[in-house]
């Protein structure tokens, strides 16, 4: 072996080690305020990472019984989880029936919007290129108020922002 391969090998997470972080992370979870309203998918996201963590703590003895019932800040994993949660919304932008904000060119329609199409398009350079229609909910119906929207021209809003 040369100096950088480790002088033992990998072995997966054991059922113990996934019961107990399985137990921190709901703990983890329900320190959180209960207005803290994170996607099922954001808290997916999550848990691999969450579970990486805390099994090499365990591993390296950087979980003692010191820290036992100990809880964390409630805003250390709420910070982590809306961070996530920003990253998902910037990567996947905003889906169809999702309430977004329009700050694009046409200052005249700047507003809240209901996303009623999305469309995907590949460029001649094979990237992708995202155009959103804009629509306002009207007499019980959707209608159209912009087309072609580029995805730097909208910001999804809050789901609490959708009631």
Do not use: C, K
């Not at 099994?55 to 036992?68: K, Q, Y």
């Not at 804009?134 to 009631?163: C, I, K, M, N």
């Amino acid at each position: 072996m040369t100096s950088i391969e480790p002088d033992r090998r990998a072995v997966p997470a054991s059922e113990g080690e996934r019961e107990q972080m399985e137990a921190a992370f709901r703990a983890a979870l329900e320190q959180l305020p209960e207005n803290t309203r994170f996607p099922h998918a954001v808290r997916e996201l999550a848990r691999p990472l969450f579970e990486a963590g805390w099994i090499s703590g365990v591993r390296t003895g950087h979980t003692g019984p010191a820290l036992a019932d100990v809880p964390l800040p409630p805003h250390t994993f709420g910070t982590a989880l809306s961070n996530l949660t920003t990253a998902m919304s910037a990567v996947s932008g905003p889906s169809i029936g999702q309430l977004v904000s329009y700050h694009g060119s046409q200052q005249v329609y700047h507003g809240r919007y209901w996303v009623t199409r999305i469309e995907r398009e590949l460029d001649r350079r094979g990237r992708e290129s995202v155009t959103y229609r804009l629509s306002e909910y009207r007499d019980g119906a959707f209608v159209t108020v912009l087309t072609g929207v580029h995805t730097w021209s909208v910001a999804a809003l809050p789901s609490h922002w959708q009631r």
